[in-house]
């Protein structure tokens, strides 16, 4: 079946270091992959995205990694602040293309 | 620019009422409407979604239904609530990204 999952629930760093998240899916027919930040009481927001023809894209000291061959996806924060701490989730296009499948969830702890 | 709004923010109820949640978008024309349901610490579940006015797709069996009356107004609606209801609601919209709104807690008692 479609599953998308992350590989660590949380992951801790200090503020100014360099944060990678994880993720794995299955399903290797998805085209269309997005990473949500959610903060605490509030509705996901779009981070960045990607589509299976690229393998990398940049946003604001954000960076989207698409490895197609082994179904993994990532996203590096640069510079990390106290401020992007919550909860981030991968999303990939379900097989009919109507709707996502989000994973679970990885909670980011940043410290000062 | 497009918004989303969600309302109630926040709704107690008791088990057995009935429930209605709103969901509109602003600034687009026949996106896709979304309604995900989130427990506490967990992801996303997709409970409906809509690709035009009156077509509803449900994913999962439930006591919940949807209803799309007018192009940008997305309706969660429920005749008798059930403890298992309990969580956050979240409507969302795309004509290629997902964007999602506020979100509304609901506390079934």
């Known amino acids: 079946g479609e599953s998308v999952g992350l590989h660590l629930p949380t992951l801790s760093v200090q503020e100014g270091d360099n944060s990678i998240i994880n993720c794995a899916y299955s399903n290797s027919a998805s085209d269309y992959f997005i990473w949500y930040k959610q903060e605490s009481g509030k509705g996901p927001q779009f981070i960045i995205d990607?589509?299976?023809?690229?393998d990398k894209r940049q946003g604001q000291r954000v960076t989207v990694l698409l490895n197609k061959t082994v179904k993994h996806l990532s996203l590096q924060i640069a510079a990390t602040q106290p401020g992007d701490s919550a909860v981030y989730f991968c999303a990939e296009n379900n097989q009919a293309g109507t709707a996502l499948i989000f994973g679970k969830g990885t909670t980011l702890s940043v410290s000062s | 620019s497009q918004t989303i709004h969600q309302w109630p923010a926040t709704l107690v109820q008791p088990v057995g009422s009935p429930l209605s949640l709103e969901c509109t978008v602003e600034g687009t024309s026949n996106p896709n409407l979304y309604w995900y349901r989130q427990a506490a610490g967990r992801g996303l579940q997709l409970l409906f979604y809509s690709v035009g006015i009156g077509q509803i797709s449900s994913e999962v069996p439930q006591n919940l239904s949807a209803s799309r009356p007018q192009d940008r107004q997305f309706i969660l609606s429920s005749k008798k609530l059930l403890l298992s209801d309990s969580g956050f609601y979240l409507c969302?919209?795309?004509?290629?990204?997902?964007?999602f709104g506020p979100g509304t807690r609901l506390t079934v008692l």
């Open positions: 990607i589509r299976s023809n690229m």
């Open positions: 969302a919209w795309s004509l290629d990204t997902q964007y």
